[in-house]
């Protein structure tokens, strides 16, 4: 396809790896976005992928994923160091593993969750149980958790330093801000203005927007980010709970990240107090040192999930619709990416290995 004047609808994390794609491939690309710019606002209001903790778990997510996502994931975990590669101010990106933690009253539930991570999706890496000595020594900062486990070449993102290079460095790409797009038709855009403009190929990348024209529903999730100087943890931390999916991950060597609820609301209100006690007192029964961390920010927003909680790419002539990235978008969009650039004829690359391993 010689498509050259594409619109995309949506500057989240599909827009702009979208627009990253296309411009460096030299077509001509307008993205538009209801938002007021590119940074973040932290309001409850922005792009899913800001409040995201970043967190690559192709293996930990088949908790709640099926065995596809987890493919996507293993091919994006190969794909994300060749986008940063190329980037010149590249966001801080890692996959040295992660670890799975669990009290002794929750060695039931840790054990049942184990058993469906090694019989997902075999061929893969697989949890390995750590000693208490091990994890002495891979993470001295954590202390309290009677059982653990590191799940191999999972790997983090940080997504608003990513965001971030992804706008600034998708060369003579024309973003346009505060563009509410209603509609996104076969080769064309309409915006709330009444307006519509003509492109060769349009992208719906709107998540939680594209209503009513996908049956896509927000799925909120509630955020801490605590500023703890040197707080020594290296890898992204989960903890096993019978009530939450509770999880640490360091953004900076000062700064953690805690996460998340998934409750079935389209509130977009600040943080509850429920969420913040139960995720804060969580933390810190596996990282004490946390108790003297300072709160730097609570954040809420909405995953855009499908009813049946999978991505779904939708090719038509002039139109490509990808959604339903729920809680896994940092983990599978750039092999979602490639496989839409791929089916429209936009990407002659050969696609990635399936797993990183
Ligand atoms: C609390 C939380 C934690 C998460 N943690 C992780 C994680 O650790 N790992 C992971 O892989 N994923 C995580 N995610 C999921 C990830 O953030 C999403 O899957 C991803 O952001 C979805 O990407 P998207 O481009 O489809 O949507 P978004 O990133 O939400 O972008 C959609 C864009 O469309 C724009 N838009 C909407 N409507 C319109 C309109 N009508 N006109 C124009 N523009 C419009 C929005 O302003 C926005 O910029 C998390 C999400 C949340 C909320």
Excluded: K
């Excluded at 697989?126 to 891979?138: D, M, N, R």
């Amino acid at each position: 396809m010689s498509a050259t004047h594409i619109g995309i609808a949506g500057a989240g994390l599909l827009g702009r790896l979208l627009a990253w794609h296309l411009a460096r491939a030299g077509h001509q690309v307008s993205v538009f976005d209801r938002a007021s710019g590119p940074e973040p606002t932290f309001d409850g209001q922005q792009a899913a992928a800001f409040t995201a903790a970043g967190m690559l778990s192709p293996l930990a997510e088949l908790d709640n994923s099926s065995p596809e996502v987890a493919v996507l994931g293993w091919r994006s975990l190969a794909l994300w160091p060749r986008i940063i590669a190329e980037m010149a101010s590249p966001p801080p990106f890692a996959a040295r593993g992660s670890l799975l933690l669990a009290h002794r009253s929750d060695l039931a539930s840790a054990q049942r969750v184990l058993v469906r991570l090694a019989q997902a999706l075999p061929g893969t890496p697989h949890a390995e149980p750590l000693s208490a000595a091990q994890l002495g020594e891979l993470e001295p900062a954590l202390q309290g958790a009677a059982h653990a486990w590191l799940l191999p070449q999972e790997g983090q993102i940080d997504p608003v330093a990513a965001m971030r290079a992804l706008h600034d460095e998708a060369c003579d790409v024309r973003w346009n801000w505060n563009r509410r797009v209603t509609a996104v038709e076969e080769g064309a855009l309409v915006f709330d203005d009444g307006t519509r403009q003509r492109f060769d190929l349009v992208f719906d990348v709107r998540g939680t927007g594209a209503r009513p024209q996908l049956p896509v529903r927000g799925v909120r999730g509630e955020t801490v980010w605590l500023h703890a100087p040197s707080h020594g943890l290296t890898r992204p931390v989960r903890l096993l709970h019978p009530r939450h999916r509770v999880y640490i991950v360091p953004r900076s060597a000062d700064v953690v990240l805690l996460g998340a609820s998934e409750i079935e609301s389209e509130d977009r209100s600040p943080v509850s107090l429920r969420s913040a006690v139960e995720l804060m007192s969580a933390a810190h029964s596996v990282m004490p040192a946390l108790a003297e961390a300072r709160i730097q920010r609570l954040d809420a927003n909405l995953r855009p999930a499908l009813p049946d909680n999978e991505p779904h790419t939708d090719v038509s002539a002039g139109r490509v619709r990808i959604n339903g990235l729920f809680r896994h978008g940092w983990l599978i969009a750039p092999a979602l990416v490639e496989d839409a650039l791929r089916a429209i004829g936009l990407n002659a690359a050969q696609p990635a290995t399936e797993f990183a391993p």
